[in-house]
Each structure stands twice: as structure tokens, then as C-alpha cells.
């Protein structure tokens, strides 16, 4: 099983340009959830997808935006990026959406840099 | 609004102490608490969950515990051990239409 996957690892974009991150959830898990994570912080919630609809949002501007395939992996999306966009972006999957208590799994993350 | 706070940015203590880290929350009525650790450059690892009708939970050297009166959950590593170095989160889940929110963590170095 090789859980949660994200790529790339690694990117650097320029001001106004638009970045999409990719994840493939743990085998068996159909929920998909990406966090934002600056430097010393912890992860912020932006939102989670569930039978390829966006359930729930956290505080995030429009400029992001997601989707979900049939085999369950996401895109997460950051339009007009800004250097304030500039962390980890983390994505977790679980079974079942939320409410459950399931345990997220997380992927290594996306590094991405804004200059 | 929402807030979690965790008792320090972080905490220093002696290989074989027990470390014990704090979780305080407002404004937020979770039906389950969680913990995971993160080391650098890598995503959490879940470790715990503790739902709001539990006391304590314990899993080997860990052992949570969760006061929904207090809105407050301790986090203890017992013999903590070097390798027990990382950042430690506080993760709040509640019923569906309420966000699942990370506190800002604490950095825990055991010194050998």
C-alpha cells in the first residue's frame, strides 16, 4: 500500500500565476482534504472533497479551488498566486467523509514557493 | 472564532522524563480529539483519538486525556527517548459542518 502520494515535491512559481498540486489518497479511502501549512504553523483547513463534491470549506479565497476524480485523487488549485501562498500544502485521505472520527492519513506534502 | 491553543511553541526535557503537552480550545464543540506528531518536511502521523464521552486513552507510552468541561486535552509521552523529538498537534474533529482544526503544535526535544 503506498498511502497517500502528492506531486510534485517541490515547487516555485512567480506572483499572478496559477499552481495545481496533485494527490492520490490511501488505497480504500474515498474522502480527500488539503491543509495549508506556513512555517511553525499548524495546518490550516481549506477544504474536502467526497464523492467528486467539494463538502466542506475552511477560511480560503475562491482563488482556491479543487476537484475530484471518479478514482478518488484531487487537485488542489491556487489561481493569481500571491506570496503569502507560500507554505506546505498537505493532502489527507479518510473513508467516509467527516463526522466519522476517522483517522486522516497525510502525504509528504507539496513545498510551494511564491517569489 | 475557532481557537486552539497548545501549552508552548516548545518544550525541552530529559530522555527518560515524562513529557506532558497541553491542548486548550474555545469556541468549538468537538466530538473527537486527536494528536499526531510531525517531523520536518513531512506530514503528520496520526498517534491518538480521544472522543468527547472518553477520559483518558492510552497506547503504549502514550496516554491522552480529554476534559470537555475544561475544554482542555494533555498529551503524555512516558520514558520519553530522543527519538520522540518532533512536533506535536492537537487536531479537533466535530460533527459534520464544523472544520477540522489543527492547534499550532508543539516542538518537543528529548535530551539524551
Known amino acids: 500500500d503506498a498511502g497517500v502520494t502528492q506531486s510534485p515535491t517541490h515547487l516555485i512559481k512567480t506572483r499572478g500565476q496559477q499552481v495545481t498540486l496533485r494527490c492520490s489518497p490511501k488505497s480504500g479511502h474515498d474522502t480527500v482534504s488539503w491543509y495549508q501549512q506556513a512555517l511553525g504553523q499548524g495546518p490550516q483547513f481549506i477544504f474536502q472533497?467526497?464523492?467528486?463534491?467539494?463538502?466542506q470549506r475552511g477560511n480560503f479565497p475562491d482563488r482556491f479551488s479543487g476537484h475530484q476524480f471518479p478514482n478518488y485523487s484531487s487537485e488542489l488549485n491556487v489561481n493569481a498566486l500571491l506570496l503569502g501562498d507560500s507554505a506546505l500544502y498537505l493532502c489527507a485521505s479518510s473513508r467516509e467523509g467527516r463526522g466519522s472520527g476517522e483517522t486522516q492519513y497525510f502525504g509528504p506534502g507539496t513545498r510551494l514557493l511564491v517569489l | 472564532s475557532q481557537k486552539i491553543e497548545q501549552n508552548s511553541e516548545a518544550l525541552n526535557i530529559q530522555e527518560g522524563k515524562t513529557a506532558t503537552l497541553t491542548c486548550n480550545y474555545t469556541?468549538?464543540?468537538?466530538?473527537?480529539l486527536q494528536w499526531y506528531r510531525q517531523d520536518p518536511g513531512r506530514g503528520p502521523v496520526f498517534l491518538l483519538l480521544i472522543r468527547e464521552n472518553e477520559k483518558e486513552k492510552r497506547k503504549e507510552r502514550l496516554k491522552v486525556t480529554f476534559d470537555t468541561t475544561l475544554k482542555q486535552s494533555l498529551f503524555h509521552i512516558t520514558a520519553s527517548q530522543p527519538a520522540d523529538s518532533a512536533t506535536y498537534l492537537c487536531a479537533l474533529d466535530g460533527d459534520y459542518g464544523q472544520n477540522f482544526v489543527f492547534g499550532p503544535g508543539t516542538r518537543l526535544s528529548v535530551l539524551p
Open positions: 469556541n468549538y464543540s468537538p466530538a473527537y
Open positions: 472533497y467526497y464523492e467528486e463534491e467539494e463538502r
